[in-house]
């Protein structure tokens, strides 16, 4: 049972244009959701958060918006850039018992800007 | 600040062997979780060890297991390998207090194959 969906493996986009990733979720528990960007041969690197009482974000180019009610959030960047081409991350935190929060992921969004 | 450090980078062992991957967290950080990355599978979590005690555990079988020594330092071990276990192996630290704005740091990963 995949709790939390990234249902487009990959994206393309023109640089300068919007890209937007999304994620779907099914646990009403999750607090807080989280996006990484990983490049290959590297580990994943923290991109942005937002809590699930709040439903946007935003830091830069990047803006994390929250649709608690349809579970769904999605991820802009504007403008794009080459630079952002990686495997993106939606990640949700639930707790877990004994002070621990665990971190469920998608499966992963493969994002390529072209010049 | 150093970040999370993983060894070794690579690693080729064969059916029936077992296996243990190093990890050291950030300076200051007590919390070491381990994911599994396969291709198409996103990361899956292992376990989580906070002060030497395995606090949060994933869906894997008995064959996966860790420590955590006084100095956070993690280890994982797999043992009687098989061939679904070549993959990607991610760990990451954190504070571990469990606070909103708690990120995970991962490390570069270790490259497992199992022939």
Redesign the interface.
Known sequence: DQQVK?NS?SLSVQEGRISILNCDYTNSMF??F?W?KKYP??????LI?I?SIKDKNEDGRFTVFLNKSAKHLSLHIVPSQPGDSAVY?C?ARV??????????????TKLSVIP | KAGVTQTPRYLIKTRGQQVTLSCSPISGHRSVSWYQQTPGQGLQFLFEYFSETQRNKGNFPGRFSGRQFSNSRSEMNVSTLELGDSALYLCASSGGTGQSNEKLFFGSGTQLSVL
């Open positions: 990234q493996p607090d807080y989280l990484y041969a590297e580990g994943p690197t923290f958060s809590s991350f990640a707790y877990s018992g004994a002070g621990s929060y665990q971190l469920t992921f998608g499966k992963g």
